[in-house]
């Protein structure tokens, strides 16, 4: 009984989930009209004060996994756990009137029905506030201020994610009134995911291929797609050149609920790193706050692992560095990660060592797909 | 009574630590201000002066002096020593200075000093409002010369500004009731002409006009070498109880630097919220605004808008700080009911640059 209490036993609709909305430009400035009222109201009332904000709790402490009932699929989300926004503390007064600026220059572009990108709004702001607004990363984090004040996801607020990521492959994609694109024949440049999640939404797919195949580096991407290794295993390829963004987890979730037959397997370096943008790629993140849960993927790892370790010379294993030990700690802290994926880990950090995908190249360069076609026909993933 | 006698020091502002403990101060203030000059003095003990002055036709108390050199400075001191006295403004009271020197027979110096009749209180005025009075006068009046009223620095008494405080200690067998009273004039324009530091006060900067910083420390206020730590204790008392007050009446003075730096924050504020107001395609909600701000829609135009929020802003800043000391209010939410349903919520701080993103990120 005692387990039906904790967090990770209730199911999905159980747990307080807070969310990101996704809705249309009217309904987000009807919230931001809202909000504007109730701190006029306030400000105004018979005994005034300048209202707090109350955003949800993007620390770690607030994060609670999802377990799919009849699936595999798991995610993080967020939980009820507030945290304010404050004019009256001096240390914090600024990320106060941040949050009041981007919402502002988020109502004018819902207003004119028009979209930017973070970067655009960076500049846009540097320009208008300089005193409150002076790195990406600032505005990045009171878009999320915003969207946990709001509860709406950031697209909905009018920004385009600008996306990183490429797809190569047996995909033919076909935006709205254009021509179909065969990602096969891209080359290794592959084809660009773009940031516009309406965009993306309305992408018609076909496929033939029978896996996908997520890659963590870009470099590893261009070689597959060079050597057009899709033709030898008909599969779909997909990087985000690192961490994905909301734009690539986007495409590869409605690839998954396309394709729902279609495996999706992780090529990514045998270090903490690479586990967890696996694992990005599978639940989610904090840092994507609100709209984590939404396009978590039942992703697998094929490599590299442990037992991969032996087709690579020795000299190719690095020591592992504190940066890595931090990432491991924070992944074997996670209740979500699986048991299988945490016996890798243990074994990492119990090596002390690290490798990655390149150090297969050791055996000529057409090495890297026989392994692949290998583990895939043996279905060692895990 | 102690007035500081930095003579050099400009006198359009002063602050005055008054101890009411009149007793006292009339038995010991000519001994204290002997001892200044190094001269040798002792005081019989005084007939009580005080009822004597007021109640019956007697003449008050006689200190007499005998020294060698120097009568000249000495007198004009006194003399000055005396119109400083004058600022405590209290009703009835006269001193005559008479001096008879022995080595010139037949020489007779006589000065009297009067409280100010120009504004005469009733008797029943308290002590510290004669203070008040009196300490306004004095400021008015030019340099030190306490006699000349100086029309270019202040055409009236209005741009003074005033606060008083008062602190008691309860009577027991070890005090007997003992009250202090502080009066506190402060004028912005020569604020930094003043030499704070005489009265324990350190003026921490002052930002653009009519508004500064006023850094002071309890430990270093005027408190005298002959202070029990009781009387200490009080002053310290009085002496924030005054300026409590001078921030009460005067909203926008007196701001602690913390209300200060968010004032700072306001129009920035004010700028956007007009700004997201105004742009905005849906009368209604405009109109609903502008009647919250109170705001007439044939008034909105420029900048109207914006500095009626700033102006509400700041006026809550404000309010807020006077209530330092007190408990704070609870601020509201922005979106309410939220929060209250919440069995989680955590009043957790989250401040700058404290976002806590896991290595997935």
Not at chain 2, 172 to 199: C, D
Not at chain 2, 207 to 230: A, F, I, M
Not at chain 2, 295 to 302: C, H, K, N, T
């Amino acid at each position: 009984m005692e387990d039906l209490c904790k967090p990770s036993m209730k199911f999905f609709t159980d747990q307080e989930i807070c969310y990101a909305d996704i809705l249309t430009p009217s309904e987000v400035r009807a919230r931001i009209e809202v909000a504007m009222l109730n701190f006029l109201k306030i400000l105004t009332s018979p005994d005034p004060a300048i209202s707090d904000l109350p955003l949800v709790n993007r620390k770690t402490s607030n994060r609670r996994v999802s377990r799919g009932v009849l699936t595999d699929d798991s995610s993080i989300f967020l939980s009820r756990s507030f945290c304010t926004r404050s004019l009256m503390r001096a240390n914090a007064a600024k990320a106060f009137i941040r949050v009041w600026k981007v919402m502002e220059m988020c109502f004018k572009i819902l207003l004119q029905e028009k979209r930017t990108t973070q970067r655009e709004l960076f500049y846009k702001l540097l320009c208008d506030s300089p005193d409150y607004f002076s790195s990406q990363l600032q505005v990045n984090r009171t878009i999320q201020d915003v969207v946990s004040l709001l509860r709406c996801s950031r697209y909905s607020l009018g920004i385009m994610a600008s996306s990183r990521g490429i797809v190569a492959g047996r995909l033919l994609l076909q935006e709205p009134d254009k021509e179909v694109v065969d990602c096969s024949e891209c080359g290794s440049s592959g084809y660009a995911i773009s940031g516009d999640l309406n965009l993306l939404d309305r992408l018609v797919m076909k496929t033939d291929a029978r896996y996908i195949i997520i890659v963590e580096k870009h470099a590893i991407f261009q070689r597959l797609a060079e050597d057009r290794v899709f033709n030898q295993i008909p599969s779909i390829l997909i990087t985000a050149k690192g961490y994905p963004d909301i734009a690539t987890r986007f495409l590869l979730h409605r690839m998954s609920q396309n394709f729902p037959e279609l495996p999706i397997m992780a090529l990514v370096d045998w270090n903490p790193a690479g586990l967890a943008i696996l694992c990005t790629f599978k639940f989610g993140s904090i840092g994507m706050g609100l709209e984590a849960y939404r396009y978590s993927c039942n992703v697998k790892w094929l490599g590299l692992r442990g037992h991969d370790l032996q087709l690579i010379p020795e000299e190719s294993l690095v020591p592992l560095k504190p940066r890595d030990l931090q990432i491991a700690e924070s992944l074997m802290s996670s209740e979500i990660l699986q048991e299988k994926h945490r016996e890798e880990l243990a074994l990492m950090v119990q090596s002390g060592k690290r490798a990655e995908i390149e150090a297969l190249y050791f055996h000529g360069y057409d090495n890297l797909g026989k392994y692949m076609a290998k583990k895939i026909v043996q279905a060692n993933y895990i | 009574m102690e007035v500081s006698s930095a003579s050099n020091l400009c006198l359009h502002s002063l602050i005055l630590v008054l101890e009411a403990a009149w007793r006292s101060f009339r038995t010991s203030t000519a001994a204290v201000f002997l001892r200044n000059f190094g001269m040798e003095c002792s005081l019989s003990k005084l007939p009580n002066p005080y009822s004597a002055a007021f109640q019956s036709q007697e003449r008050g108390t006689e200190v007499c002096l005998s020294i060698s050199e120097s009568i000249d400075v000495l007198v004009s001191e006194i003399n000055h020593f005396f119109q400083k006295m004058l600022i405590l403004n209290v009703p009835n009271i006269a001193i005559e200075l008479v001096i008879e020197r022995e080595d010139i027979p037949g020489s007779r110096y006589e000065n009297v000093f009067l409280a100010n009749r120009s504004n005469p209180g009733p008797l029943s005025t308290s002590n510290v409002e004669c203070l008040k009075s009196g300490l306004k006068d004095y400021v008015l009046k030019h340099g030190n010369s306490l006699t000349q009223k100086c029309n270019t620095c202040f055409a009236t008494s209005k741009h003074l500004k005033v606060g008083t405080g008062m602190a008691c200690s309860t009577e027991s067998h070890k005090s007997s009731g003992l009250m202090m009273e502080v009066v506190i004039i402060i004028t912005l324009n020569v604020l930094s002409t003043i030499e704070w530091q005489n009265y324990g006060l350190t003026l921490g900067k002052i930002v653009d006009q009519g508004e500064c910083v006023l850094e002071w420390e309890h430990s270093t206020l005027p408190l005298g070498r002959h202070k029990t730590q009781l009387e200490q204790h009080l002053i310290k008392k009085a002496v924030k109880a005054a300026l409590n007050n001078l921030k009460e009446k005067h909203p926008g003075i007196l701001l602690s630097a913390h209300a200060v730096k968010i004032c700072s924050h306001a129009p920035g504020l004010a700028r956007s919220l007009a700004s997201l107001i105004l742009s905005s395609n849906d009368p209604d909600f405009q109109g609903e605004c502008f009647s919250l701000l109170g705001l007439q829609s044939r008034e909105i135009r420029g900048d109207t808008v914006e500095d009626c929020i700033q102006a509400k802003i700041i006026s809550v800043i404000e309010m807020n700080d006077r209530k330092s000391g007190q408990r704070k209010t609870v601020v509201p939410f922005l979106f309410e009911d939220d929060c209250h349903q919440d069995s989680n919520y955590q009043d957790k701080e989250y401040e700058e640059g404290e976002d806590e993103f896991s290595y997935w990120d």
